[in-house]
């Protein structure tokens, strides 16, 4: 049985999200695995958008290669539908139907919504679907699912219409679909709604003559399953580490930990602040942990570019914050709602000076979860920033995961804090003050006072300062808090080497001749890519990298030395990691090679696949929209 | 007994207690206005009854910025315009702090601009003390938002085209609840203005005029001054919002003709601070946030009891 790739497309606010999501659900509540992938435009109303469910009786961990069922509702808030396809945006009613057909596979399943997308419009848009169908063997249900929305409820619920036609289309059983909308509405609209589907499950099977072969796979889970996404993951990681505080301003993708957080800190105990800028954001993160709170903040580029001077001052005052950075395309305002790992080298090392901070970017959601736990852990113990990366991707992306996963004890240690009665027994200077910076600070940190403790006062400064806080230019003291800061970085690697579980993961035979080297978001669409290659016959492993400040080097470089050659795979231009990674190592240059994408839009295996067969090939074609770089000496 | 021993403590305090055991030595030039803020402020704290244990002053950068240096209490000397946003968190995370924050004309008007208005929107119960000497002093006599129109300085060659900053004006439209300007060459008024900014139960905001004897020579020791509220010819309601416009309005334009007036002009007692009004919607807990994180016996709340939502 092959998995199911659904693709549900209408315009920005038509409900796209919250259809597929329930969707999602009920595959998942029937036992199968599943996986979304979002895809939308800046704007408010209308434009092209889409989610995809990818669900299977076996583990799916990433988007698949294209997609097989398309439920087009066309765009509802299409400002120019009568215009034809020559205008600045084309025509946009038509563009959910006719913008993702080039990536619908062989034998897929179409329906549209004829009640929108009638004959005529089809015809402008000059689409010559009959053509293409017969070509690719797709099979089309046109349906008026607007007509039957109106006729038993409002023209809105034509998505419930929509997904009715799905179940009906592929075998799938209403009973889960109808307990979620059970739980989410009542009343008038629960009845439309439920009418609706029925009616619409019912009309496709008296309608038509089902064709194609695609059914529902069908599965079982050991356990209670929960769907999450990369930044519900981040937020109740933050959560169970004892985090109360955040400060933000809305940016795209980053708004989604905010808004999560923003809803469940004060019901909590906590505190939320949306404020006037990111500097102030980041500033308000500061003064918050300085005065004794897990505090986080967070941005996506541009708003995490003004946290540069704060995150600086964290770095000087030895003040724990998180900070999450959710990239999207650049540079400047870039593509908004766009994924791409374009700001690794601005998160290593914006703000002036040396950088001392830790920097993880997750593979997915259960890595989200675990690292953000693992960056207040580091942040509080080594007082540091630390800063994990998500992105557009990995923000919005919904995974179903065992409920027991999240069955933790909360940790809220503020980390090297000190009590009263620690305080007076500690140094102090003779003015008075406590020794907060002290030269000689195990593993690097110094333990700290907070504002209200008695006998605690010190003074934190932006500016070089002795171990009491007091300004300071002498080089004496300069070299050595200097080299007592930098050494957290070392104290830190040593304890991430040393832990149960590493950050990096390994996939693939041990012996594999060939690896790929990947890092973020992009890690289990080529873990897939991996499974392909050795089905195919061919001999890959692939390292997933999280820790990219300190560098994991032994790890790194005992996979490099394993393989012949390596495939680095990012989502940049510059190919950031690979030169990170030989920065880190300063070898195994001739055996990185790149496979670098920036057209907005995240991997697919089989360009991981044909960009890999690059290395072994030299006459192999790059898929379209990627582009290889050779390695050095190539 | 509380994990911050040091709030609330009720007992003596001798002024002596806010001049560091060893005192720095003073980066400030002789004759320099921000000594009379240290000396007010000094003045001002046994009075409200805080210790330096329970006080927490963040400061910017410039001249002003080493007030935390010479001033004995927990300390935060930050970034240059930032003192507002990490004064305020601090504050949110321990209610029970006297947070003071303090910078310069171009700290606080140019460069943290933003804050300024934010926070005084917010009406945070904390205080703000801006060193107004007109100039940028620490970098060597730049023209500063403050600086009056035509003032001339080497990165304003011709004359400044600008109309200065209307401190108080701008304080008032955006939310202040206190608003006071004084002198450093009138220490008593300063005391008792300070005395009354950090009593006050929300956001209050002090100008206080620094004269720079190194880099605005020209300018002015802010002699002879007026205090307006004892002033016959100055007979205005603080607590009137028009009429504490009308009153800055005049002030900051009369300063630049060499007459400085000072004291209060804006007074709203009735206004809630930005916890009560967070506490009244429960976006803020009753005690404050950070004695948890030293509480023994807390308990913590599990994403896991969140689960639900996502089965």
Redesign the interface.
Same mark, same amino acid.
């Given at each position: 049985m092959t998995d199911l790739m659904w693709r549900i497309a209408g315009g920005s606010g038509d409900g796209i999200d919250s259809t597929s999501q329930n969707f999602a659900k009920a595959l998942m509540r029937a036992g199968l695995d599943v996986f979304t992938h979002r895809h939308y435009p800046s704007r408010i109303r209308g434009g092209h958008t889409y989610v995809e469910v990818r669900a299977d009786e076996d583990p799916v961990r990433s988007r698949g290669n294209g997609f097989n069922f398309l439920l087009a509702l066309g765009d509802s808030f299409a400002r120019n539908p009568q215009e034809g396809t020559d205008t600045v945006y084309g025509n946009e009613q038509i563009k959910p139907l006719a913008e993702n057909l080039d990536d619908l596979n062989e034998g897929g399943v179409i329906v549209y919504d004829e009640g929108l997308l009638d004959e005529e419009t089809l015809e402008r848009a000059d689409l010559d679907l009959e053509a293409r169908a017969e070509e690719n063997d797709w099979h089309v249900y046109p349906l008026d699912l607007r007509g039957l929305a109106r006729e038993h409820g409002r023209e809105v619920m034509r998505n419930t219409a929509g997904v009715g036609a799905t179940a009906a289309l592929l075998d799938m059983d209403l009973d889960h679909i109808e307990d979620l909308m059970e739980d989410a509405m009542t009343g008038d609209v629960l009845e439309a709604n439920l009418d609706i589907l029925e009616r619409a499950y019912d009309s496709v099977r008296e309608e038509y003559e089902i064709s194609h072969d695609l059914r529902v796979p069908t599965g079982d889970h050991d356990e209670q399953q929960v769907l999450m996404s990369g930044s519900n993951a981040v937020a109740y990681g933050a959560i169970d580490e004892g985090c109360r505080f955040i400060s933000g301003y809305p940016m795209t993708p980053w708004t989604d930990v905010f808004t999560i957080l923003s809803q469940h800190l004060p019901k909590f105990g906590g505190i939320a602040e949306q404020v006037e800028d990111e500097i102030a954001a980041a500033s308000l993160a500061v003064g918050a942990s300085h005065a004794g709170v897990k505090a986080m903040s967070g941005s996506s580029g541009g708003g995490f570019a003004l946290m540069s001077e704060p995150l600086g001052l964290a770095e000087m005052t030895e003040t724990p914050i998180v900070l999450i950075e959710a990239m999207r395309a650049g540079p400047s305002t870039g593509m908004p709602t766009k994924p791409e790992q374009a700001d690794l080298e601005h998160i290593l090392y914006t703000s002036q000076g040396d950088s001392c901070r830790v920097v993880f970017a997750p593979a997915n959601v259960r890595e989200c979860y675990e690292q953000t736990r693992a960056a207040f852990r580091l942040a509080y113990e080594y007082q540091l920033p630390a800063i994990v990366i998500i992105d557009q991707k990995l923000s919005g992306e919904m995974r179903n995961v065992d409920e027991s996963f999240f069955d933790r004890e909360p940790n809220a240690d503020p980390g090297s804090v000190l009590t009263e009665d620690e305080i007076r027994e500690a140094a102090h200077h003779e003015s008075g003050k406590f020794k907060r910076y002290q030269h000689d600070a195990e593993n690097g940190a110094s333990p700290r006072s907070i504002p209200g403790q008695k006998d605690g006062r010190f003074l934190a400064s932006g500016n070089e300062h002795t171990p009491e806080g007091h300004i300071s230019e002498s080089p004496t003291n300069r070299v050595a808090q200097m080299d007592r800061r930098m050494s957290k970085l070392d104290s830190i690697r040593e304890e991430l080497d040393g832990g149960d579980e590493s950050h990096q993961t390994h996939y693939g035979p041990d012996d594999a001749d060939y690896g790929l080297l990947v890092w973020g978001s992009q890690q289990d669409t080529v873990f897939e890519a991996v499974d392909q290659l050795n089905e195919a016959g061919g001999s890959v492993k692939a390292l997933g990298v999280s820790d990219l400040m300190p560098y994991p080097e032994d790890e790194v470089s005992a996979f490099l030395e394993s393989v012949e050659s390596c495939l680095v795979v990012e989502m940049n231009a510059s190919a950031q990691f690979r030169g990170l990674t030989q920065k880190e190592l300063g070898r195994f240059g001739p055996k990185l090679n790149s496979l670098l994408k920036y057209n907005g839009e995240p991997f697919e295996p089989y360009e991981v696949v044909e960009g890999f067969e690059r290395i072994v090939s030299r006459d192999a074609a790059i898929p379209e929209g990627t582009k290889f770089v050779p390695a050095a000496g190539d | 007994m509380s994990?911050?021993?040091?709030?609330g403590?009720e007992r003596e305090i001798d002024r002596d207690e806010f001049t560091?055991?060893?005192e720095?030595q003073a980066t400030w030039c002789p004759g320099c206005g921000d000594f009379g803020v240290l000396k007010a402020l000094k003045q001002a704290m046994p009075e409200v009854g805080r210790t330096? &244990?329970?006080?927490?002053l963040?400061t910017g +950068?410039g001249c002003s910025g080493?007030l935390? *240096?010479y001033f004995? *209490?927990?300390?935060?000397?930050? +970034?240059h315009g @930032?003192s507002l946003?990490? =004064?305020?968190?601090?504050?949110?995370?321990?209610p029970?702090?006297e947070v003071i924050a303090a910078g310069g004309d171009g700290d606080g008007y140019g460069i943290g601009g933003?804050?300024f208005?934010?926070t005084a929107r917010e009406n945070h119960d904390i205080t703000y003390i801006v060193f107004n000497n007109e100039i940028f002093g620490l970098t060597k006599g730049q023209t500063s938002p403050t600086s009056p129109k035509g003032h001339k300085s080497k990165t304003q060659p011709h004359g400044s085209a600008k109309d200065p900053v209307r401190p108080m004006s701008l304080s008032l439209a955006s939310g202040s609840s206190y608003i006071a300007r004084t002198a450093a060459v009138n220490p008593n008024q300063a005391k008792e203005i300070l005395i009354e900014a950090i009593e006050h139960d929300g956001f209050a905001h002090v100008d206080f005029l620094t004269q720079c004897p190194t880099w605005n020579k020209d300018a002015k020791q802010y002699v002879p001054y007026t205090d307006v509220q004892d002033s016959d010819e100055f007979d205005f309601d603080v607590t009137d919002r028009r009429e504490a416009a009308d009153a800055m309005y005049d002030a900051e334009s009369r300063l630049y003709e060499g007459e400085v007036l000072t004291g209060r002009f804006y007074v709203d007692e009735e206004r809630p601070s930005y916890t009560e009004e967070?506490q009244a919607t &429960? /976006?803020?807990?009753e005690a404050p946030? =950070?004695e948890?994180?030293?509480d023994e016996d *807390?308990e913590? /709340? @599990?994403? =896991?009891d969140?689960?639900h939502h996502? @089965?």
């Open positions: - | 994990v911050f021993s040091a709030i403590e560091p055991g060893i720095p330096p &244990d329970e006080t927490l963040v +950068i080493k935390s *240096s004995e *209490s927990y300390g935060f000397h930050s +970034i @930032r946003p990490v =004064a305020r968190a601090a504050k949110l995370a321990n029970g702090l933003n804050h208005m934010h967070k &429960d /976006e803020m807990p946030l =950070a948890r994180y030293l *807390s913590w /709340e @599990r994403s =896991a969140l689960l996502h @089965r």
